[in-house]
Protein backbone atom coordinates (compact mmCIF):
# COMPACT_ATOMS: atom_id res chain seq x y z
CA UNK A 1 0.00 0.00 0.00
CA UNK A 2 0.93 3.43 -1.25
CA UNK A 3 -0.02 6.64 0.25
CA UNK A 4 0.67 9.99 -1.04
CA UNK A 5 -0.56 13.46 0.28
CA UNK A 6 -0.99 16.77 -1.15
CA UNK A 7 -2.51 19.91 -0.18
CA UNK A 8 -0.07 21.17 2.51
CA UNK A 9 1.05 24.67 2.18
CA UNK A 10 1.11 28.28 3.66
CA UNK A 11 -1.77 30.32 5.09
CA UNK A 12 -2.39 32.93 7.81
CA UNK A 13 -4.07 32.25 10.82
CA UNK A 14 -8.44 31.82 10.55
CA UNK A 15 -7.73 30.13 6.70
CA UNK A 16 -8.21 27.07 5.92
CA UNK A 17 -6.78 24.28 4.15
CA UNK A 18 -7.97 20.87 2.78
CA UNK A 19 -5.56 17.74 2.81
CA UNK A 20 -5.46 14.67 0.68
CA UNK A 21 -4.18 11.09 0.79
CA UNK A 22 -4.64 8.67 -1.93
CA UNK A 23 -4.08 5.20 -1.20
CA UNK A 24 -2.85 2.65 -4.09
CA UNK A 25 -1.55 -0.80 -4.12
CA UNK A 26 -2.67 -3.55 -2.32
CA UNK A 27 -6.16 -0.96 -0.77
CA UNK A 28 -8.64 -3.47 -0.38
CA UNK A 29 -6.56 -4.82 3.24
CA UNK A 30 -7.16 -0.98 4.77
CA UNK A 31 -9.06 -0.50 7.22
CA UNK A 32 -8.33 2.37 9.47
CA UNK A 33 -7.22 5.43 7.97
CA UNK A 34 -5.87 8.90 10.10
CA UNK A 35 -3.61 11.98 9.86
CA UNK A 36 -0.94 12.47 12.32
CA UNK A 37 1.03 15.44 12.61
CA UNK A 38 4.66 16.05 13.52
CA UNK A 39 5.53 19.89 14.76
CA UNK A 40 9.55 20.71 15.03
CA UNK A 41 10.70 19.28 18.73
CA UNK A 42 7.58 17.80 19.63
CA UNK A 43 6.48 14.01 19.01
CA UNK A 44 3.99 12.65 16.26
CA UNK A 45 0.56 12.90 17.22
CA UNK A 46 -2.97 11.87 16.24
CA UNK A 47 -5.49 14.15 14.68
CA UNK A 48 -7.84 12.39 13.83
CA UNK A 49 -9.15 8.97 12.43
CA UNK A 50 -11.95 7.34 10.41
CA UNK A 51 -12.80 3.95 10.44
CA UNK A 52 -14.27 1.43 7.09
CA UNK A 53 -17.35 2.10 8.72
CA UNK A 54 -17.49 5.64 9.30
CA UNK A 55 -16.84 6.11 12.80
CA UNK A 56 -14.16 8.90 13.18
CA UNK A 57 -11.94 10.52 16.17
CA UNK A 58 -10.73 13.73 16.67
CA UNK A 59 -8.42 15.26 18.57
CA UNK A 60 -9.18 17.51 21.18
CA UNK A 61 -6.92 20.13 19.90
CA UNK A 62 -9.08 20.14 15.95
CA UNK A 63 -12.58 19.34 17.66
CA UNK A 64 -14.81 21.89 16.05
CA UNK A 65 -12.10 23.18 13.36
CA UNK A 66 -11.10 19.95 11.75
CA UNK A 67 -12.91 17.28 9.43
CA UNK A 68 -11.79 13.81 8.64
CA UNK A 69 -13.55 12.07 6.07
CA UNK A 70 -12.86 9.21 3.81
CA UNK A 71 -14.48 7.55 0.14
CA UNK A 72 -13.96 3.96 0.33
CA UNK A 73 -14.49 3.65 -3.27
CA UNK A 74 -11.46 5.18 -3.77
CA UNK A 75 -9.81 4.70 -0.48
CA UNK A 76 -9.05 8.21 -0.58
CA UNK A 77 -8.60 10.62 2.89
CA UNK A 78 -8.99 13.85 3.73
CA UNK A 79 -9.20 16.63 6.48
CA UNK A 80 -10.09 19.82 6.29
CA UNK A 81 -8.78 22.03 8.58
CA UNK A 82 -10.64 25.66 9.01
CA UNK A 83 -10.05 27.80 11.21
CA UNK A 84 -6.08 27.19 11.46
CA UNK A 85 -4.13 28.20 14.00
CA UNK A 86 -0.14 28.75 14.46
CA UNK A 87 0.03 26.18 16.89
CA UNK A 88 -1.04 23.50 13.84
CA UNK A 89 2.13 24.42 11.80
CA UNK A 90 3.42 20.90 11.67
CA UNK A 91 4.30 18.29 8.95
CA UNK A 92 1.14 15.92 8.56
CA UNK A 93 0.89 12.53 7.59
CA UNK A 94 -1.25 9.85 6.29
CA UNK A 95 -1.58 6.58 8.14
CA UNK A 96 -3.29 3.26 7.25
CA UNK A 97 -3.86 0.58 9.26
CA UNK A 98 -4.93 -3.50 8.42
CA UNK A 99 -6.86 -5.41 10.35
CA UNK A 100 -4.64 -7.35 13.09
CA UNK A 101 -2.13 -5.31 12.09
CA UNK A 102 0.65 -3.22 13.79
CA UNK A 103 -0.36 -3.06 17.25
CA UNK A 104 -0.45 0.62 17.26
CA UNK A 105 -2.47 0.46 14.26
CA UNK A 106 -0.31 1.66 11.87
CA UNK A 107 1.18 -0.17 8.65
CA UNK A 108 1.73 2.08 6.11
CA UNK A 109 2.82 5.88 6.51
CA UNK A 110 2.40 8.71 3.97
CA UNK A 111 5.75 11.13 2.97
CA UNK A 112 4.52 14.12 4.79
CA UNK A 113 2.91 17.10 3.53
CA UNK A 114 4.37 20.45 5.37
CA UNK A 115 1.52 22.73 6.60
CA UNK A 116 2.76 26.18 8.00
CA UNK A 117 0.55 28.80 9.65
CA UNK A 118 1.19 32.01 10.00
CA UNK A 119 0.45 35.39 12.32
Known amino acids: VQLVESGGGLVQAGGSLRLSCEAS????????MGWYRQAVGKERELVAA???????YHADSVKGRFTISRTNAKNTLYLQMNNLKTEDTAMYYC??????????????WGKGTLVTVSS
Open 25 to 32: GSIFSINA
Open 50 to 56: VSRGGST
Open 95 to 108: AAGEPGGSPDGVDY
